[in-house]
């Protein structure tokens, strides 16, 4: 009897024991109660894989290399459409513009051939074909590319903005250079006209003076002629 009563009593016990033994396991450092903490290892998406690996223009050094990751940007990068690019003009005063080859979705709606290249622009009217020397930092190395855009008249203007610019300051410098030169070459003709006039008139000067002293000989000659003349008549 003692035991049929004290068997639910030690099934009771039990079941708490592994109820503990179910809870997860903490560890105290120097008397202090850790919380379990979950590691989150990285994970790298596809989408990383693209970023790190993509090329505006691809080498055949890229599309030599085995590794997954450069499979998968080439078979992203062959899906793209390289004759027209799209630009993003957001900071075109800064002379700042983005590149970036179209989408098939791009190329079936028009967009970069039949509708302004700038992404932020759907205009249909006024379209010329650019080519434009694009000129990118990638991979730690400066590189170039002679690329085509299409842009309607206002974004082509957005195109050359910074290019106009520089211009006019040039040509403002070189405005504000010439008025110097013809300032200093006024002031130059202007000391030549003082100089001569004071050539002038220290010439004038030299001459009276050589006037008068000429005028003092003849009256000191006369002088002595009329003594000659006096002790003539008074031997």
């Given amino acids: 009897m003692d035991d049929e009563q ?9 079941a708490t024991v592994v109820r503990k033994f179910k809870q997860p396991l903490t560890i105290s450092f120097y008397g202090k109660e850790e919380k379990p903490s979950t590691l989150k290892l990285p994970i790298k998406t596809d989408q990383d894989t693209l970023r790190e690996g993509y090329r505006f223009i691809r080498s055949e050094e890229d599309d030599l290399d085995p590794s997954w990751e450069q499979r998968l940007v080439k078979r992203y990068y062959a899906k793209l459409f390289k004759e027209y690019c799209l630009a993003d003009m957001s900071h075109y005063k800064s002379g700042k513009i983005g590149l970036r080859w179209r ?13 302004c290249g700038n992404k932020h622009c759907d205009e249909k009217d006024g379209l010329a074909s650019y080519e434009v020397n694009f000129c990118y930092f990638e991979a730690g ?9 299409v842009a309607c008249e206002r974004c082509a203007w957005k195109l050359n903005y910074k290019r106009q610019k520089e211009k006019e300051q040039l040509e403002k410098q070189q405005q504000k250079q010439d008025r110097r030169k013809r300032t200093r070459s006024k002031s130059d003709d202007d000391l030549d006209e003082v100089q001569e006039s004071e050539e002038r008139r220290q010439k004038g000067k030299r001459a009276l003076i050589s006037a008068g002293d000429n005028k003092i000989d003849d009256n ?16």
Avoid: C, H, W, Y
């Fill in 103 to 115: 989408t098939e979705k791009e190329v079936m709606s028009g967009k970069g051939q039949f509708i």
């Fill in 220 to 235: 000191a000659a006369d002088d002595d002629n009329l003594d000659e003349f006096l002790e003539g008549m008074f031997p």
């Fill in 6 to 14: 004290s068997s639910p009593l030690r099934k009771r016990k039990e």
């Fill in 141 to 149: 190395e400066n590189k170039q590319a002679l690329v085509k855009l």
